[in-house]
T-cell receptor, first 114, second 117 residues
Framework: QKEVEQDPGPLSVPEGAIVSLNCTYS??????FMWYRQYSRKGPELLMY????GNKEDGRFTAQVDKSSKYISLFIRDSQPSDSATYLC??????????????FGTGTQLKVEL | DAGVIQSPRHEVTEMGQEVTLRCKPI?????LFWYRQTMMRGLELLIY????????DSGMPEDRFSAKMPNASFSTLKIQPSEPRDSAVYFC???????????????FGEGSRLTVL
Protein backbone atom coordinates (compact mmCIF):
# COMPACT_ATOMS: atom_id res chain seq x y z
CA GLN A 1 0.00 0.00 0.00
CA LYS A 2 1.30 3.43 -0.92
CA GLU A 3 1.70 5.97 1.88
CA VAL A 4 -0.30 8.50 -0.13
CA GLU A 5 -3.14 7.60 -2.50
CA GLN A 6 -4.52 10.01 -5.07
CA ASP A 7 -6.92 9.42 -7.95
CA PRO A 8 -4.95 10.21 -11.14
CA GLY A 9 -8.00 11.31 -13.12
CA PRO A 10 -8.09 12.81 -15.66
CA LEU A 11 -10.83 15.11 -14.47
CA SER A 12 -12.62 17.34 -16.96
CA VAL A 13 -15.02 20.07 -15.79
CA PRO A 14 -16.74 23.07 -17.39
CA GLU A 15 -15.54 26.57 -16.61
CA GLY A 16 -17.10 27.87 -13.40
CA ALA A 17 -17.53 24.44 -11.81
CA ILE A 18 -16.44 23.56 -8.28
CA VAL A 19 -13.61 21.06 -8.32
CA SER A 20 -12.85 18.63 -5.50
CA LEU A 21 -9.50 16.86 -5.37
CA ASN A 22 -8.68 14.33 -2.67
CA CYS A 23 -5.91 12.27 -1.13
CA THR A 24 -5.75 9.67 1.59
CA TYR A 25 -2.68 8.71 3.57
CA SER A 26 -1.59 6.02 5.98
CA UNK A 27 1.41 7.47 7.83
CA UNK A 28 0.40 9.09 11.13
CA UNK A 29 3.80 10.81 11.31
CA UNK A 30 2.86 13.25 8.56
CA UNK A 31 2.73 16.73 10.04
CA UNK A 32 2.48 19.11 7.08
CA PHE A 33 0.02 18.90 4.21
CA MET A 34 0.44 20.66 0.91
CA TRP A 35 -0.96 20.94 -2.55
CA TYR A 36 1.35 21.53 -5.47
CA ARG A 37 0.27 22.54 -8.96
CA GLN A 38 2.23 21.37 -11.98
CA TYR A 39 1.71 22.78 -15.44
CA SER A 40 2.71 20.73 -18.44
CA ARG A 41 6.49 20.39 -18.81
CA LYS A 42 7.14 22.46 -15.70
CA GLY A 43 8.17 21.68 -12.15
CA PRO A 44 5.59 21.55 -9.34
CA GLU A 45 4.86 24.80 -7.47
CA LEU A 46 3.40 25.12 -3.98
CA LEU A 47 -0.25 26.14 -4.04
CA MET A 48 -1.52 25.63 -0.50
CA TYR A 49 0.00 24.60 2.81
CA UNK A 50 -1.46 23.61 6.17
CA UNK A 51 -0.36 21.72 9.24
CA UNK A 52 -3.54 21.32 11.22
CA UNK A 53 -6.94 19.77 10.77
CA GLY A 54 -9.59 22.09 9.41
CA ASN A 55 -9.95 24.42 6.46
CA LYS A 56 -7.63 27.01 4.98
CA GLU A 57 -8.85 29.38 2.31
CA ASP A 58 -6.86 31.36 -0.24
CA GLY A 59 -8.94 33.09 -2.88
CA ARG A 60 -10.76 30.47 -4.94
CA PHE A 61 -8.84 27.64 -3.26
CA THR A 62 -9.70 25.85 0.00
CA ALA A 63 -7.53 23.16 1.54
CA GLN A 64 -9.14 20.80 4.02
CA VAL A 65 -7.40 18.35 6.33
CA ASP A 66 -9.02 15.64 8.44
CA LYS A 67 -6.27 13.95 10.43
CA SER A 68 -8.64 11.55 12.15
CA SER A 69 -9.68 10.11 8.79
CA LYS A 70 -6.25 10.65 7.18
CA TYR A 71 -7.91 12.52 4.34
CA ILE A 72 -7.11 15.82 2.66
CA SER A 73 -8.97 17.77 0.00
CA LEU A 74 -8.49 20.74 -2.27
CA PHE A 75 -11.53 22.64 -3.49
CA ILE A 76 -11.39 25.06 -6.41
CA ARG A 77 -14.34 27.43 -6.79
CA ASP A 78 -15.28 29.12 -10.06
CA SER A 79 -12.73 27.04 -11.93
CA GLN A 80 -10.94 28.69 -14.86
CA PRO A 81 -9.18 27.27 -17.93
CA SER A 82 -5.94 28.54 -16.38
CA ASP A 83 -6.49 26.06 -13.54
CA SER A 84 -5.89 23.22 -16.00
CA ALA A 85 -2.86 21.41 -14.57
CA THR A 86 -1.88 18.41 -12.53
CA TYR A 87 -2.50 18.79 -8.80
CA LEU A 88 -0.29 16.84 -6.44
CA CYS A 89 -0.94 16.40 -2.76
CA UNK A 90 2.18 16.19 -0.62
CA UNK A 91 2.79 15.36 3.00
CA UNK A 92 5.85 15.62 5.11
CA UNK A 93 7.49 14.32 8.21
CA UNK A 94 10.71 15.54 9.76
CA UNK A 95 13.90 13.88 8.55
CA UNK A 96 16.82 12.82 10.68
CA UNK A 97 19.48 15.44 10.03
CA UNK A 98 16.98 18.25 9.59
CA UNK A 99 14.55 19.31 6.91
CA UNK A 100 11.39 17.68 5.70
CA UNK A 101 10.83 14.71 3.43
CA UNK A 102 7.87 15.24 1.13
CA UNK A 103 5.86 12.24 0.00
CA PHE A 104 3.75 13.02 -3.04
CA GLY A 105 0.56 11.59 -4.43
CA THR A 106 0.67 10.58 -8.08
CA GLY A 107 -1.25 13.72 -9.04
CA THR A 108 -4.70 14.38 -10.50
CA GLN A 109 -4.80 15.83 -14.00
CA LEU A 110 -7.47 18.54 -14.25
CA LYS A 111 -8.82 20.13 -17.40
CA VAL A 112 -11.22 23.05 -17.22
CA GLU A 113 -13.10 23.42 -20.48
CA LEU A 114 -14.47 26.68 -21.90
CA ASP B 1 16.04 35.83 -8.43
CA ALA B 2 16.97 32.74 -10.38
CA GLY B 3 15.16 29.59 -9.37
CA VAL B 4 16.54 26.07 -9.34
CA ILE B 5 18.44 25.51 -12.56
CA GLN B 6 18.68 22.08 -14.13
CA SER B 7 20.54 20.85 -17.19
CA PRO B 8 20.11 19.37 -19.65
CA ARG B 9 16.37 19.95 -20.18
CA HIS B 10 16.21 16.99 -22.53
CA GLU B 11 18.51 14.03 -22.97
CA VAL B 12 18.15 11.14 -25.38
CA THR B 13 20.70 8.40 -25.05
CA GLU B 14 21.21 4.76 -25.81
CA MET B 15 21.06 1.94 -23.31
CA GLY B 16 24.39 1.44 -21.57
CA GLN B 17 25.53 5.04 -21.87
CA GLU B 18 26.38 7.21 -18.88
CA VAL B 19 23.99 10.05 -18.09
CA THR B 20 24.83 13.03 -15.88
CA LEU B 21 22.13 15.46 -14.76
CA ARG B 22 23.06 18.74 -13.13
CA CYS B 23 21.40 21.05 -10.64
CA LYS B 24 22.10 24.48 -9.22
CA PRO B 25 19.92 25.14 -6.17
CA ILE B 26 18.63 28.52 -5.08
CA UNK B 27 21.33 30.48 -3.29
CA UNK B 28 20.95 30.18 0.49
CA UNK B 29 18.96 26.96 0.38
CA UNK B 30 20.73 24.26 2.36
CA UNK B 31 18.57 21.27 1.46
CA LEU B 32 18.59 19.66 -1.98
CA PHE B 33 16.39 16.87 -3.26
CA TRP B 34 16.44 14.73 -6.41
CA TYR B 35 13.06 13.35 -7.52
CA ARG B 36 12.05 11.15 -10.43
CA GLN B 37 8.60 11.48 -12.03
CA THR B 38 6.84 8.89 -14.17
CA MET B 39 3.21 8.44 -15.11
CA MET B 40 3.00 5.14 -13.27
CA ARG B 41 4.76 6.02 -10.02
CA GLY B 42 4.42 9.80 -9.79
CA LEU B 43 7.13 11.77 -7.97
CA GLU B 44 9.60 9.58 -6.11
CA LEU B 45 12.32 10.92 -3.85
CA LEU B 46 15.69 9.52 -4.87
CA ILE B 47 18.10 11.26 -2.50
CA TYR B 48 18.22 14.21 -0.14
CA UNK B 49 21.19 16.38 0.89
CA UNK B 50 21.38 18.70 3.87
CA UNK B 51 24.33 21.12 3.97
CA UNK B 52 25.94 19.16 1.09
CA UNK B 53 25.82 15.86 3.02
CA UNK B 54 23.66 12.98 1.74
CA UNK B 55 21.11 12.26 4.45
CA UNK B 56 18.66 9.82 2.89
CA ASP B 57 19.45 7.84 -0.26
CA SER B 58 16.97 5.05 0.36
CA GLY B 59 15.09 6.00 -2.78
CA MET B 60 18.02 5.46 -5.12
CA PRO B 61 16.85 2.50 -7.19
CA GLU B 62 20.14 0.65 -7.47
CA ASP B 63 23.90 0.99 -7.68
CA ARG B 64 23.68 2.36 -11.19
CA PHE B 65 22.49 5.61 -9.66
CA SER B 66 24.80 7.95 -7.77
CA ALA B 67 24.54 11.56 -6.62
CA LYS B 68 27.04 14.09 -5.41
CA MET B 69 26.96 17.57 -3.98
CA PRO B 70 30.52 18.89 -3.96
CA ASN B 71 29.47 22.36 -2.82
CA ALA B 72 26.40 24.35 -1.84
CA SER B 73 25.71 25.50 -5.38
CA PHE B 74 25.99 22.34 -7.44
CA SER B 75 24.77 18.75 -7.49
CA THR B 76 24.86 15.91 -10.01
CA LEU B 77 22.83 12.77 -10.49
CA LYS B 78 24.60 10.11 -12.53
CA ILE B 79 23.22 6.94 -14.08
CA GLN B 80 25.76 4.43 -15.32
CA PRO B 81 24.92 2.33 -17.25
CA SER B 82 21.53 3.71 -18.26
CA GLU B 83 18.57 1.45 -19.08
CA PRO B 84 15.26 2.12 -20.89
CA ARG B 85 13.36 1.83 -17.58
CA ASP B 86 15.27 4.89 -16.34
CA SER B 87 13.32 7.04 -18.81
CA ALA B 88 11.55 9.68 -16.74
CA VAL B 89 11.63 13.34 -15.80
CA TYR B 90 14.20 14.01 -13.09
CA PHE B 91 13.56 17.00 -10.86
CA CYS B 92 15.89 18.79 -8.52
CA UNK B 93 14.40 20.82 -5.69
CA UNK B 94 15.85 22.96 -2.93
CA UNK B 95 14.57 24.40 0.33
CA UNK B 96 15.47 25.89 3.66
CA UNK B 97 14.39 23.95 6.75
CA UNK B 98 10.89 24.77 8.03
CA UNK B 99 10.77 27.19 10.91
CA UNK B 100 8.66 29.86 12.48
CA UNK B 101 8.55 32.01 9.38
CA UNK B 102 8.71 29.53 6.55
CA UNK B 103 7.07 26.30 5.50
CA UNK B 104 10.09 24.38 4.25
CA UNK B 105 8.56 24.70 0.80
CA UNK B 106 10.34 22.84 -1.97
CA UNK B 107 11.27 24.90 -5.01
CA PHE B 108 11.54 22.73 -8.08
CA GLY B 109 13.54 23.17 -11.24
CA GLU B 110 11.92 22.60 -14.62
CA GLY B 111 13.21 19.06 -14.79
CA SER B 112 15.45 17.00 -17.06
CA ARG B 113 13.50 14.74 -19.41
CA LEU B 114 15.53 11.58 -19.98
CA THR B 115 14.81 9.06 -22.72
CA VAL B 116 16.91 5.92 -22.85
CA LEU B 117 16.52 3.99 -26.10
Amino acid sequence: QKEVEQDPGPLSVPEGAIVSLNCTYSNSAFQYFMWYRQYSRKGPELLMYTYSSGNKEDGRFTAQVDKSSKYISLFIRDSQPSDSATYLCAMSARLTGGGNKLTFGTGTQLKVEL
Amino acid sequence: DAGVIQSPRHEVTEMGQEVTLRCKPISGHNSLFWYRQTMMRGLELLIYFNNNVPIDDSGMPEDRFSAKMPNASFSTLKIQPSEPRDSAVYFCASSIPPGLTNTGELFFGEGSRLTVL
